[in-house]
């Protein structure tokens, strides 16, 4: 069995960091994720890095001066993109808690804004019907993955 290879070294970023990364399978160096490649050292800063801005999500979708900015339920730019976006950032949480929270409160927000104001006009998937669907219908459960759907939305790494 031959080693498999990932090499970015020919293709140096702005900041100079490259990375080869090499694994017994495909599957193994697919796999990796950010955590497996990571030096601890850097690595504890940056879990430190990623709390503050899950807190920082989750405060942002609890504080009604900040959702009052919301006004349709749409996926683009209203309550069904909030409620994927912070499905996305639960489900890769390292304390999901507070996101998962703030994921009931923004499910209940976009239910709330549909009541109030009504699905919009267009049936479109990002500022109509079919993406707030898609929303609605794929309401995560409990250790639940994301659905795949969403890819187009570019909220994974």
């Not at 104001?117 to 794929?138: H, Y």
């Amino acid at each position: 069995m031959s080693r498999k290879f990932i090499d970015c070294r020919a293709f140096p970023s702005e900041m100079n960091c490259t990375i080869a990364l090499s694994a017994d399978s495909e599957a193994e160096l697919l796999g990796m994720d950010f955590q497996s490649i990571t030096h601890p050292d850097d690595l504890a800063h940056d879990q430190e890095m990623m709390r503050t801005a899950e807190r920082a999500l989750a405060g942002c979708i609890l504080d009604p001066q900040v959702t009052s900015l919301l006004t349709d339920a749409s996926l683009c730019h209203g309550w069904a993109g909030v409620v994927q976006a912070l499905w996305r950032a639960a489900s890769d949480a390292l304390d999901p808690g507070p996101l998962q929270a703030a994921l009931r409160t923004a499910r209940r927000g976009m239910e709330d804004q549909l009541t109030r104001i009504g699905p919009p006009a267009s049936g479109g998937l990002l500022e109509g019907t079919s993406g707030i669907q898609l929303a609605q219908n794929d309401l995560p459960q409990a250790g639940s993955e994301p659905p795949a759907w969403d890819a187009c939305l570019l909220l994974t790494m």
